[in-house]
């Protein structure tokens, strides 16, 4: 069973940057392929990025250019470098967890979750 611990989150201006950070236990970290979703209020939960057990990534359209997704196996820890924050990336932000080497974009392909941290961006 993985647990999956999110921080880093908090209130910032547009145009400011954010590091999400995701620590993992009870499994082997580097086994995973990792993601990062959110959820702003009303919509659904929608992929940001990806990193599979090669260091290969994907990012949703929305975000590419400006977030970028990285991981430590060493520390058992994903992170998420958000830069150039607009309001519209104000949302709770979940790390996720699945076995086998694809980066998933759907909520159904991930076996573990974490419980999120809140990132607000204002205007």
């Known amino acids: 069973q993985v647990q999956l611990i999110e921080s880093g989150g908090g209130l910032v201006q547009a145009g400011s940057s954010l590091r999400l950070s995701c620590a993992a236990s009870g499994g082997i970290f580097a086994r995973y392929t990792m993601a990062w979703f959110r959820q702003a209020p009303g919509k659904e939960r929608e992929f940001v990025s990806g990193i599979n057990l090669f260091g290969g990534t994907l990012h949703a359209d929305s975000v590419k250019g400006r977030f970028t997704i990285s991981r430590d196996n060493a520390k058992n820890t994903l992170f998420l470098q958000m830069n150039s924050l607009k309001p519209e990336d104000t949302a709770v932000y979940y790390c996720?967890?699945?076995?086998?080497?694809?980066?998933?974009?759907?909520?159904?392909?991930?076996?573990?979750w974490g419980q999120g941290t809140q990132v607000t961006v204002s205007s």
């Open positions: 996720a967890a699945r076995t086998g080497a694809r980066v998933a974009m759907t909520l159904r392909d991930y076996d573990y």
